[in-house]
């Protein structure tokens, strides 16, 4: 269970004015839940998501993790570029205290990066960095996970393998992902929110979200 | 209600039933502590591999750099004054100062980019900055003692000059270590508050080698000038390795309860500077 509760958070501009961009918002994540939430550009979904998550702290509210929680995947964060994959898994293995080789042989058979699992991270596409970030956190096994965005540029052999894995995997568990392309929430969510202004509005069915959204 | 529930109001007061009771202090603290031994171990693998690439020299470069430099700056030294200082000969006098001193300089010029270089890591909650800085300042310790350790045998074996004392060396590189640990804990919370701290750094470290007391000893300075330099805590560090080196060979200057109450001071205001800026930062 993640529990957020009248979180702010606002950054400082040039010039001495504030930017808010989220103002109170509150919410429960319960295991099993897949929550998708939308928003536009800079509506400030990574940020909270970042919160969630506890790398970024808000201004004011709080936010309680009860279970164990992915850190944001996102491109181009959490892992070193100018290391490879296979060392990156290693990376994520130590710190997460997992067995090297069960991450290893996990993101081996899910990224299907094969002979650039041992090139730099810098020489991948878009697609096999998303991958790799997904296989990685698949292979630690978190109760909750914060998706990003990565899922978006999937091709369509990636998108169902990583449906598969998630739908496997969320059983019990839960899955927030953010994005600005309402179809990826429908192949994932079961209920959504959408992110405006600095508030968020659940709603109980994704397609009500998707209208609220694309009325914006 | 849906699964995931919430508004403007906020959420009732108190945890919703269902929560685990929080475990002990103690229970707490241990597994923080192991927590941080794996990543800074995990740090300390990626650092090695991401300043010296796999493979090949590797790890030996780490400490080939300092004692390359220490030894050519030795070597001229001796060429230049081959009477040496008093009965020691000019070559490892001049490692043991020089040796540590770069070890400090690294730790500290790279201490303003620590955190804008590793903010990627900090996607993972656990990675704390303290962590980060740690792995990197043992890093460069573990090479200087290596090199130091490396020229104490090989002298001692071709020349027959044995350490006076080896743990005072010991107890003189571990301050050392604690000492850049705090400053550069300080500097690394400044640089991200402070964009100019990035630019003042690496002229001042230059500026503070004439004081530092890695050149010189003490002893064979005017009594007065000694007394001034005994404020700055690097030359107590220093004329602490001489001692453990040449012993009563050169009369050495220090007190360690000073350099202790230095290194504990640095380390706490340090490690408070590093809190109050980890909220600060942006991704």
């Known amino acids: ?216 | 209600m849906s699964a995931a529930t919430g508004g403007p109001g906020g959420l009732p007061k108190g945890l919703p039933d269902g929560m685990p009771a929080p475990r002990s202090q103690f229970e707490q603290t241990m597994e923080g502590l192991r927590v941080q031994g794996r990543v800074i171990h995990a740090l300390l693998l990626r650092e090695l591999q991401t300043r010296f690439g796999r493979g090949h020299l590797g790890f030996l470069w780490l400490f080939l750099e300092p004692l390359l430099l220490a030894s050519a700056i030795g070597i001229l030294k001796s060429l230049f004054s081959p009477g040496g200082t008093g009965a020691v000969p000019t070559f490892l006098f001049v490692v043991v100062g020089y040796a540590p001193y770069f070890a400090f300089r690294a730790i500290i010029n790279r201490a303003t980019t620590a955190f804008q270089a590793n903010m990627t890591l900090m996607y993972h909650r656990q990675v704390r900055l303290l962590d980060i800085m740690v792995a990197r300042n043992l890093l460069e310790m573990s090479a200087v003692t290596c090199v130091l350790l490396l020229v104490i045998a090989s002298t001692s074996w071709l020349t027959s000059f044995a350490p006076h004392n080896l743990p005072t060396m010991m107890l003189a590189l571990l301050l050392l270590f604690g000492f850049a640990n705090g400053l550069a804990l300080l500097i690394a919370a400044g640089a991200a508050r402070w964009e100019v701290v990035d630019r003042i750094v690496p002229p001042m470290t230059y500026i503070s080698l004439p004081f530092s007391g890695a050149l010189f000893a003490l002893h064979y300075l005017p009594r007065g000038w000694r007394e001034l330099l005994l404020w700055n805590p690097q030359v107590h560090m220093h004329e602490m390795l001489r001692d453990g080196m040449f012993g009563d060979l050169i009369p050495a200057y220090y007190s360690t309860p000073y350099l202790l109450a230095w290194v504990l001071g640095l380390n706490l205001l340090g490690l408070a500077a590093v809190r109050a800026v980890r909220t600060r930062l942006e991704f």
Request: net charge positive; hydrophobic share 40%.
């Open chain 1, 1 to 216: 269970m993640i529990y957020f509760d009248r979180v702010s958070k606002h950054y400082d501009l040039r010039g001495g004015t504030k930017k808010h961009v989220l103002r109170n918002v509150s919410g429960i994540i319960r295991p099993g839940d897949a929550l998708g939430i939308l928003g536009r550009n800079g509506a400030g979904k990574s940020t909270l998501v970042r919160m969630l998550a506890g790398v970024e702290h808000p201004n004011s509210g709080r936010i309680e993790r009860r279970m164990t929680v992915s850190w944001p995947l996102a491109h181009g964060v959490g892992l070193q570029n100018s290391m490879s994959g296979a060392d990156n898994a290693r990376f994520i293995a130590r710190i997460y205290n997992q067995p090297i080789k069960k991450v290893l042989d996990f993101v081996e058979d899910f990224a299907e990066l094969g002979p650039y699992m041992n090139m730099p991270a810098k020489t991948y596409s878009v697609g096999m960095m998303g991958r790799l970030l997904l296989g990685l956190s698949f292979a630690v096994d978190f109760d909750c996970y914060l998706i990003d965005e990565v899922t978006a540029t999937g091709d369509q052999r990636f998108v169902q393998r990583a449906q598969a894995l998630l739908a496997e995997k969320t059983r019990g568990r839960s899955l927030v992902l953010v994005s600005h392309v309402p179809e990826h929430l429908k192949m994932y969510c079961r209920s959504a929110a959408v992110l405006n202004e600095g508030s968020l509005t659940f709603f109980e069915d994704v397609d009500e979200a998707v209208a609220t959204y694309k009325a914006l």
